[in-house]
């Protein structure tokens, strides 16, 4: 997608398979502009696209009725309750008058709205107005949803309350979603799938399970403050093991096969007087992808 000054998405070509698909970058990467162009909200400056088997430049209105859309900004109208939002979207679908009602009080119940549902949404909070946004993406019972930035805004609280409906959206509903986040951990907790963009070119689109490979290495974690940390890497270190420090954690590289990593770090850890916390491998994390991308 060229704008002339700014090229939002240069050559990207990839397949979304079914599930739960995380698209992740940082703001600015092209994430929502992908989506507008699949909604046929925007046409591409060149290529093609489909949707559920749908041309995107020739069958955008069949491809809407599809599809569901939360928006990243707040386009709440404030003095209308959840309830007739959500009934108007759902009758905007094509739903019936009767069976938009009934289907508006499921998906508040199911985002959690049920007691607020005929308050004004001015009154909601940041948390509330995010539940009706996704509510009015899945009242017509979508074959896909776009979820974008759902979590914007959010408190690690809500932040959680939010990620656990997108899971049970695409695992419980059986709706496939493409959901964006430039926050590259959320991903990893909720996605079958990963596309990864970076200034609008594509990095990596793989199973998320594909992301997160083990790398051999251990992160151990112990009680204690930075003294006994070090402390332990150095017994480490004096032992045959090479480790250093990850954020709380040590990271213990990969030891040669039969040496009794295990056995060794529960018994300096006992030596030396500290709690062993957390022992378990390490995965591969989806930063890893930006930093291994070419300068």
């Known amino acids: 997608m060229d704008f002339g000054r700014v090229v939002a998405l240069d050559q990207l070509d990839l397949a979304i398979p079914a599930g739960v698909t995380g698209l992740v970058g940082a703001n600015g990467a092209g994430k929502s502009t992908l989506i507008k162009i699949l909604l046929g909200l925007l046409a591409p400056t060149r290529g093609s696209a489909t949707v559920l088997g749908h041309e995107v430049a020739t069958q955008a209105t069949t491809i809407r009725r599809h599809v569901g859309y939360m928006p990243e900004h707040d386009c709440l109208p404030g003095d209308v309750s959840a309830n007739d939002f959500v009934l108007h979207l759902g009758v905007m679908s094509g739903l019936p008058p009767a069976a938009a009602r009934e289907r508006a009080a499921d998906v508040l119940r199911h985002v959690g709205l049920d007691e607020e549902r005929y308050r004004p949404m001015s009154g909601y909070s940041t948390g509330m107005k995010q539940r009706a946004k996704l509510a009015q993406a899945i009242v017509h019972d979508p074959k896909l949803v776009f979820l974008d930035e759902p979590t914007n805004g959010l408190d690690p609280a809500a932040r959680t309350d939010m990620l656990r409906l997108v899971r049970r959206i695409g695992r419980e509903f059986g709706i496939s979603v493409i959901v964006t986040s430039h926050l590259l951990g959320e991903l990893e907790r909720v996605s079958d799938h990963v596309v990864v963009l970076d200034g609008g070119r594509l990095l990596r689109s793989s199973a998320t399970r594909d992301f997160l490979d083990a790398t051999g290495a251990l992160i151990v974690e112990v009680l204690g403050g930075a003294d006994d940390h070090e402390r332990m890497r150095a017994a ?27 056995d060794l770090i529960r018994d300096t850890a006992d030596r030396l007087g500290v709690g062993l916390v957390r022992l378990q491998p390490d995965h591969n994390r989806l930063e890893d992808v930006f930093e291994e991308a070419p300068a």
């Open 236 to 262: 480490l270190a004096a032992a045959g093991l090479t480790a250093s420090s990850r954020g709380q954690s040590l990271l213990v590289e990969p030891a040669p096969e039969g040496f009794p990593v295990h």
